[in-house]
Structure formats: structure tokens, C-alpha cells
């Protein structure tokens, strides 16, 4: 199974995430889940990310 953004990425009531450096670091995180994801997936032709 694909892995997806992080909920609290998607959904918001009335307010984004006050902290953008926290933001940051989770998306980096993500970033790299993704790019092992589609280099297992492809046997090591596709690396890219999510925020590329």
C-alpha cells in the first residue's frame, strides 16, 4: 500500500500548523517514506518525492 501525507497535512479546522518548522521536518520525513516506497516499487527507477 502507498504510504499517504500525514493527516494533520490535509486536514485543518479554522487554523494551519503555527509551528512551519515542525511542518518542514514532517515533510521531509514523508519525503524519504515515499522515495524508498517508489524505489522498492520500481526496482530503483523512480526516486522522486512528494514535494519534488
Given at each position: 500500500m502507498k504510504?499517504?501525507?500525514p493527516f494533520?497535512?490535509?486536514?485543518?479546522?479554522?487554523v494551519y500548523e503555527q509551528n512551519?518548522?515542525?511542518m518542514k521536518?514532517?515533510?521531509?520525513?514523508y519525503?524519504?517514506?515515499i522515495r524508498e516506497y517508489y524505489r522498492e516499487r520500481t526496482q530503483g527507477v523512480r526516486a522522486?518525492?512528494?514535494?519534488?
Open positions: 504510504p499517504r501525507l494533520e497535512h490535509i486536514y485543518h479546522e479554522e512551519p518548522e515542525k521536518q514532517e515533510l521531509r520525513s519525503n524519504e517514506v522522486d518525492t512528494w514535494t519534488e
